[in-house]
């Protein structure tokens, strides 16, 4: 049931209860309820559900659904390279590099003339683990807004792992405690860690270990890591240690005495987001595209029509406007902020 009026591209693209449907493909993009045809465009779970008759997306995000979902996650895989056009129902398909996180692609489609790019999630900043985003020319544009406010200005990951290390120099004698979600933001921590000389084993909470044995046997190298387990404050003094977000001042975290808490995300631009969870050390880094991104990718694909999809919707759609183009927000349900 459609849930919009149709116009020119929503004659045959459009919103669902289930999410954005290609109607002469006959498939879903990023579907948030359970339904035959799926293409998912990267792993985290606001995109990747389970449930699904079929799923096509990249051979990462494959690998990665698999790891987590196991045989709940579709009834059948296929493995699409980026790059590589294919026929779906008399729609032409192509995979792109979107940047967010390993495997993670924009979704091409074109039919009756005209193409679509719709983004999924992504960034424009330089990832050790991941494929950098690729800008793709098309008439409609459809993208994220997690971060679409013009305070959201992300700088330099390595300038914030900088700050880590500094820390880390400064304070010896405590472990750094630094929350990363599981997929995507711990391994590209660590991979900036590795980048940056860091050669130390990193310390994980048992969450994270399962995405980044996942991550090494795709080939992203992580050097030596371990789980924290039993090992106590003394052992983990002057180290470094990830753990999900949720860990941080819990339980858990008692184990190592009285630590540095950092927390790697966007969010971290807004302090009192800091404060609230008590981060002594907030590292802006971020999977998502800050406001300059956003703005810059909406006017390298010409699109004289963008739909923006989840998050500060308002604001990106008034500087569209500005842009001498057409926007509006779908509100999509079932899409998170910054998290998995």
């Known amino acids: 049931m459609r849930m919009v009026s149709a116009g020119p591209f929503e004659r045959w693209l459009y919103p669902t209860r289930q999410g954005l449907y290609c109607e002469p493909g006959r498939f879903f993009i990023d579907p948030v309820r359970p339904v035959e045809r799926a293409i998912v465009s990267h792993g985290h779970s606001d995109h990747a559900r389970a449930g699904h008759g079929s799923v096509l997306a990249t051979p990462e995000t494959v690998a990665l659904m698999k790891a987590r979902l196991g045989p709940l996650g579709a009834r059948s895989f296929s493995a699409h390279p980026c790059g590589v056009p294919l026929d779906v129902g008399g729609v032409r398909l192509t995979l792109h590099p979107a940047g967010h996180i390993l495997g993670s692609a924009q979704v091409a489609i074109e039919y009756g003339g005209a193409r679509c790019v719709v983004s999924g999630d992504y960034k424009r900043q330089a990832d050790p683990t991941a494929a950098p985003f690729e800008p793709v020319r098309c008439d409609l544009f459809v993208t994220e807004a997690t971060f679409g406010l013009p305070v959201f200005r992300h700088g330099a990951s390595e300038r914030e792992i900088g700050r880590l290390l500094a820390s880390l120099e400064a304070f010896p004698e405590r472990a750094h405690l630094v929350g990363v979600y599981s997929l995507g933001k711990c391994q590209r921590v660590i991979a900036l860690l590795r980048a940056a000389g860091y050669e130390r084993t990193i310390y994980l909470h048992g969450a994270l270990k399962s995405m980044c044995d996942v991550y090494s046997a795709l080939g992203v190298e992580l050097g030596k890591l371990a789980v ?26 008692r184990r190592l005495g009285d630590p540095v808490t950092a927390f790697a995300s966007g969010w971290m631009r807004v302090r009192a987001r800091a404060r609230q969870r008590g981060v002594e050390l907030p590292l802006v880094i971020s999977d998502h595209a800050d406001w300059c991104e956003l703005v810059q990718t909406i006017a390298e694909t010409g699109a ?13 759609v008034r500087q569209i406007e500005l842009m001498g183009r057409r926007g509006r927000a779908l509100a999509l349900l079932g899409r998170e902020e910054e998290a998995e």
């Open 304 to 316: 004289e029509e963008i739909w923006v999809t989840h998050g500060r919707e308002e604001g990106l």
């Open 228 to 253: 924290v387990g039993d090992r106590d404050r003394r052992a983990l003094a002057g180290e470094i240690v990830l753990a999900p977000p949720g860990e941080l001042g819990g339980r858990w975290s």
